[in-house]
Structure formats: C-alpha cells, structure tokens
C-alpha cells in the first residue's frame, strides 16, 4: 500500500479522505455500515450555537450531475453535538471537524470559545451564511468581511480553524488570501453554488426556499479551477472538494493543490463512497508509482 497519511496543521491523519459537513451528519449512520476510523476525518453536521429546525419542504431537487439543497442547517446547536455526540465520535479513532456556523460574528466566536476544551481536533468555519448586521451579505463575499471574521473567530479558537470559502464570488483567490492574512490554518473549497429548481408544469420553483446549493459532479471543473487558482496564491493548506466520486477525482484535487479532500454528496448516492475512495486512492498511487500520496500534491503540468 502507499503511505497516504498527513500532517495537517499540527493534526495527523490517516488518509486525506474527509467527510464533508451536512452529507455525513455526525458518523453514526455510516458507522452501522462500515467502520468510520477508516476515514482520515469527518468534518460534522453544520453547528449552531442555538438549535435550527432548517428550511420547511421541500428543500432538496435533483438536477442533472448534482443536487440542489437548502436544508437550512437543521442541527440541534453545538451544546447538545458537545453532550451526545462528541464522546461517541472521540472514541472512533478518527479526526473530528466541527463544522460551525452563525449569522453574528459574536456567534461564531462564542462557539469556538465553547469547543475549544472539548476533544474535537479542529474547526471549519462556514462563512457562506447570511451576516445579518450586514444586511444579509454572507460573511464570505468580499475579502474585507472574510478578514473581519477569519481574525475575530482565530482569536477565540482553540483548535485549528478552517475556513470554508464560497465560491458564488468574482476571485476566490482574493478571499483565500484574506484568510490567510487573517490567521486561518487552512481553507476548504468548495462550498455549494447557488442555483434554482424550476417546475414547469406547476409554473413555480421546486424548492420552498427559492435558491439552493448545487453539489455533485456538475461542480467538478468549477472547485478543481478554484483550488488550483487559490494553490498558486496561498501557503496554507487547502482541503478541496466538490464533486469527489472517485479515487482519481480526489487525485486530482491534490494534483491542483489540495492536502486532503471532502467527500459530500457521494455520500447519498453511494454510503459506501468514502472507504471506496481511500482504497481508490491507494490504487492509483501503486498504478502511478508513488509511494507517499503528499508527493503528488501540486504537481499538475499546465499548459
């Protein structure tokens, strides 16, 4: 086998292979299918410091290569996550990402400031959410607010923070660099593209909501540009996803740049997607010679 394991920032993983938050919730289902310290990580369910009910049906509208969903980050708040969740989860020999989310940055800082005695070994930050004192804005669209929160949560935070980058703006790259400016240990892309779901029988959109996120392998060449854009700019370390349903998919995202991968809508499609993608992986390093699966990393020829 090759050696796929990796140190990111200061956390050792087995395999660059992550479940990605809202496609995974938090490992239980899956553990009854197979066992879940197989993964590198698993980045949980989207945390709230209150709990959320989500968006009313219907919230989820299949499209062509992809799903559109607008859950709404139904979740029952990071205080229970810490009571029932946490301890079952610590004891599964596997990296635990706490996805967090607000619509305050007061939000965001008090969970991490919550999470930061807890076990969990780092946090990704979702700032594709609404700022409501900005006007509704999401804190990840301009450079400047995606610096406001990177430094204000970094300052609270314990554990390493990710920060999850959207890529419904016109250069992710100048976000990326706005992270890392303000302390972030790493980035993850990408997060879901907004799209809509029309019914043209009943002459209305499908989804209660209006828009939602698109996902899937229709986003592939989208996250893959982005991550080998933002590779280029940033010295950080970039976790890429969007898309990822095979071993080479998620070779691929490391060959623009990524240290590890995310693995979300796969998930419904196919619940055995993850440790498949591992074995995956491993094959194709042995079919390419490579010993060490970090060596491949950044090193796509482009013309």
Not at 89 to 114: F, P
Request: charged share 20%; with cysteine; hydrophobic share 45%.
């Amino acid at each position: 086998m090759a050696d796929l394991s990796l140190n990111l920032c200061g956390v050792p993983l087995k395999n660059p292979v992550i479940a990605a938050s809202g496609t995974f919730g938090f490992g239980r289902e899956y553990d009854a299918l197979y066992d879940i310290s197989l993964l590198g990580g698993i980045s949980v369910k989207g945390l709230s410091l209150k709990p959320r009910e989500g968006n009313p049906p219907p919230r989820i509208a299949e499209t062509p290569g992809g799903m559109l969903n607008a859950v709404g980050l139904q979740n029952p708040g990071v205080n229970r996550f810490i009571e029932h969740d946490l301890p079952w989860l610590l004891q599964k020999d596997v990296v635990v990402i706490a996805n967090i989310t607000g619509e305050r940055e007061q939000e965001y800082c008090r969970m991490a400031e919550v999470l930061a005695p807890t076990g969990v070994h780092m946090l990704e930050m979702n700032i594709s959410c609404p700022n409501v004192h900005a006007g509704g804005a999401a804190f990840g669209v301009r450079p400047e607010s995606v610096y406001a929160i990177t430094k204000a949560v970094k300052a609270h935070a314990r554990q390493p923070l990710i920060v999850k980058l959207t890529p419904n703006v016109a250069d992710i790259t100048e976000n990326a660099l706005a992270a890392q400016e303000a302390g972030a240990d790493a980035i993850s892309l990408i997060n879901t593209l907004t799209g809509i779901a029309v019914d043209v029988h009943r002459r209305e959109m499908i989804l209660r909501n209006n828009t939602g996120g698109l996902s899937g392998p229709a986003v592939r060449p989208v996250a893959l540009r982005m991550v080998w854009q933002c590779a280029k700019k940033v010295r950080i370390p970039i976790i890429g996803l969007g898309g990822i349903e095979t071993g080479e998919d998620a070779a691929a995202f490391m060959l623009c740049g990524a240290q590890a991968v995310q693995v979300g809508t796969a998930n419904f499609t196919d619940p055995f997607a993850c440790p498949r993608i591992v074995r995956e992986l491993d094959a194709y390093c042995q079919a390419q010679g490579v010993r060490r699966a970090q060596e491949i990393v950044g090193t796509l020829k482009s013309h």
